[in-house]
Structures are given as structure tokens and as C-alpha cells.
């Protein structure tokens, strides 16, 4: 069974949309948490297009009740920004993606390269001090496995906006094999091993065929979209379950 973890920013994104403060992105946390929500994840970034700076350590109170057993998980690039708000919040989970802060979305995963290695393992070993696991964004390749456990990550987010892509296709079958062989790998290896990108309640099934023992997906956007026609709580409730 894995979590759900909700990604909160496309609500964010629409209240930024306005100076109401509607849609509040308290509520619709509190939404998901009263209907089988299991963590909540936010990527704050610098230009605050949906979550903004402020909303971390109102998230980080609202949820300090249901701590640690419902996570939080930030996710972000590791600069000096995002370990000040990592101090300040202590999340239980913090998600590392390789984009600049102004990318558009995190479409590609850490390749663990020398240059990468060399900003990588001083901020994990740094955010681990702090007492949160961190998770390293990568790509289906097992590859990236060894080099995830030599910059000391305690475990990896497969990135799964290809595979969701092939999907409505038909032609998904290669990436969902690679999806699963990076989780197989990563499993027996010791790390923990999450998902995320462009999840829906269409292509969730496959997935956990394919990795029965994923740990956890972060799914924010196809979730949001679905809420449009069934309602926020009810989708998330559908979203827990699938992944159950």
C-alpha cells in the first residue's frame, strides 16, 4: 500500500490567481487529510507562482497535530533558500529535484554527474543532519541507483510524467518496465522508493501491479484536474484508494 501524498501547489496556483485568497490552501489541506490523504507535499519556489513562502509554516502548523504518522514533504532545488525553509519546518520528508528554481516543472531527473554529485551529497548530508529523510527526484534508469546511494539520498522519486505521457498512447509498456526495474533495484538496495508526475486514477492500477512495494506518490496536478468533476474530497478519497 502506498501513501498519497497530495501536492497542494495547483491549489495555490489558482488562489494566486486572484487577491481573494480563495481557493485558502489550508482548507483544502485539511480536505485531504479528512479523506485518507497520507502526507502533503509542496515545492516552494523562489518566484512563488503557486506556493508561496508564507504557506509552508502555516501547512507545518495545521498538520503538527497528525505528525510524523501523516508526512510533510517539501520538495525543491537545493540552494540556500530551500534549507532555510527546511530549518525553519523540520518536514519529515524533503524531496531534491536538479531544475533551476525558475523551470517551468521538474520534467527531469538527477543524473548524479560529477557537478551534480558535488551539490548533491554536501545538501543531503546537511538535510539529513536536520533530521529529515530526503528523497532524490531521478529518472527510470537503474542506473542512477548506486550514484543515489553513494550521494547518501535514503531514497529516490521516480519520475513518471513519461510513462503517464505513453499512456494515452498505448505505448507505455517499455517505461513502465524501466519504472519498475529502477524500483526493483532501488528496493533491494535499501532505499525508499516513491513516484511521481502526472499520476491519474487511469494509470495508477498499472503502476502498482508494477511496483507493489512503492512507498509513496506525491500527485498534485492530474488530482486537482479531477477534483474539477468529482469534487476535492471524493478524488482524493478515489486517489487513497487506488494506491491502496
Known amino acids: 500500500m502506498a501513501r498519497l501524498s497530495v501536492n497542494l501547489n495547483k491549489v495555490a496556483l489558482l488562489r494566486n490567481s486572484r487577491r481573494t485568497g480563495v481557493p485558502d490552501v489550508l482548507h483544502f489541506a485539511r480536505i485531504a487529510l479528512d479523506n485518507g490523504a497520507r502526507g502533503l507535499t509542496v515545492h516552494p519556489r523562489p518566484d512563488e507562482r503557486h506556493i508561496r513562502g508564507s ?20 520538495e525543491g ?3 540556500a533558500r530551500l534549507m532555510a525553509i527546511l530549518r525553519a519546518t523540520l518536514p519529515e520528508q524533503c524531496t531534491l529535484v536538479p531544475d533551476a528554481p525558475e523551470a517551468f516543472t521538474s520534467e527531469e531527473g538527477w543524473k548524479l554527474d560529477p557537478a551534480q554529485m558535488a551539490l548533491a551529497k554536501p545538501s543531503i548530508a546537511a538535510i539529513k543532519a536536520l533530521g529529515c ?4 527526484f531521478t529518472d527510470p534508469d537503474p542506473a542512477v541507483v548506486p550514484r543515489a546511494i553513494e550521494a547518501g539520498a535514503d531514497g529516490i522519486e521516480i519520475y513518471t ?3 503517464a505521457a505513453a499512456f494515452h498512447h498505448g505505448t507505455h509498456a517499455a517505461l513502465l518496465a524501466a519504472i519498475a526495474a529502477t524500483a526493483r533495484a532501488a528496493a533491494d538496495a535499501g532505499l525508499v522508493v516513491n513516484a511521481g508526475h502526472d499520476l491519474n486514477l487511469r494509470n495508477i492500477p498499472l503502476l502498482m501491479a508494477a511496483v507493489p512495494f512503492l512507498a509513496e506518490a506525491s500527485i498534485g496536478h492530474e488530482l486537482t484536474a479531477d477534483a474539477l468533476e468529482r469534487g476535492f474530497g471524493p478524488t482524493v478519497a478515489a486517489y487513497a484508494a487506488a494506491l491502496g
Open 55 to 74: 504557506d509552508v509554516p502555516a501547512l507545518a502548523a495545521l498538520m503538527k497535530p497528525v505528525r510524523p504518522a501523516i508526512e510533510f514533504n517539501i
Open 77 to 79: 532545488y537545493p540552494d
Open 133 to 136: 529523510r530526503v528523497i532524490l
Open 161 to 163: 510524467g513519461a510513462y
